[in-house]
């Protein structure tokens, strides 16, 4: 049996009387291509928020390759590496030297840095662009380059946290050739969100389904169909979490008022 990597037991998010996250409990095994799907204000990023330590719960418990993300912080975060919703990349350094300043942050021994970034460069096919400035790289290359930082540190873990959102087909699926080797020649665990259905179809061993803070359903995707008695995950979906346009500006739950919350509760 496949070792459980990341792990959440009855954890609660709460903003004030606004609560994000209410209980929820799952786990992803090790070598995984797990998929966290959900409308806006869900509370998606607000979970991946707490996973990368940069929320605290409000109680429950969360684990990440045998750390616990709350008591032992410093260990939980050189177990992943992250690509932001945002880009999160120095446009006016080179792709190299975001990678070379990456491999500092994170202590990469200093005579494996060149060999890593040459390799991840290669990996996602930017070595030949390493010498110039991020302002002239394209959307899709950005985010290329943000996957190639996140491996920097050699992490268990990958999450990404809408990584094809505004990209165009041809580098979304680009995209997901890279992580499914990242997944099969790597043993890395993916832990990503999307609100792109097609890809968590495509990509994702195992989904789960949250919904105004809550799992409301969690299984592979012919799982998700039996038990709605649907023919597609997009049609489970549906079925499960509704088919009104969610409007997070609007939301007294999880909206814009939680991602200001967000920004306000870093762990210290």
């Not at 410093?74 to 590496?81: E, I, M, T, V």
């Not at 300043?101 to 390493?130: C, F, G, M, N, T």
Request: charged share 25%; hydrophobic share 35%; proline share 3%.
């Amino acid at each position: 049996m496949s070792k459980t990597i990341i792990e959440a037991k009855d954890v609660v998010k709460r903003f004030g009387k606004i609560t994000a996250v209410d209980g929820i409990s799952f786990k992803v095994k090790k070598g995984e291509i797990f998929a966290f799907l959900g409308p806006n204000g869900a509370g998606k990023s607000t979970t991946i928020s707490m996973l990368t330590t940069m929320l605290r719960p409000t109680s429950g418990k969360l684990m990440l390759n045998g750390h616990d993300v709350t008591k032992d912080q410093n260990s939980a975060r050189k177990s992943f590496g992250i690509v932001f919703q945002d880009p999160a990349v120095e446009e006016e350094l080179t792709a190299y030297e975001n990678m070379r300043i990456h491999a500092v942050l994170y202590a990469v021994p200093k005579p494996e840095q060149s060999d890593s970034i040459e390799k991840l460069l290669k990996l996602v096919d930017l070595w030949e662009r390493r010498d110039s400035l991020v302002r002239t790289y394209s959307g899709g290359m950005r985010r290329r380059l943000e996957i190639a930082r996140g491996l920097m540190h050699h992490p268990k873990i990958l999450f990404l946290d809408e990584p094809t959102l505004g990209l165009d087909t041809q580098t979304r699926n680009l995209l997901w050739d890279y992580v499914r080797k990242l997944s099969e020649n790597e043993g890395m665990t993916i832990f990503f969100t999307t609100h792109y259905l097609d890809e968590a179809e495509a990509v994702a061993g195992k989904i789960a389904i949250i919904d105004h803070g809550k799992i409301v359903a969690s299984g592979t995707t012919a799982q998700l169909a039996k038990k709605t008695g649907t023919k597609s995950l997009e049609d489970a979906y549906l079925q499960l979490t509704g088919s009104t346009v969610r409007d997070e500006a609007s939301k007294g739950n999880n909206g814009l008022n939680v991602r200001s919350a967000n920004r306000n509760s870093r762990l210290r």
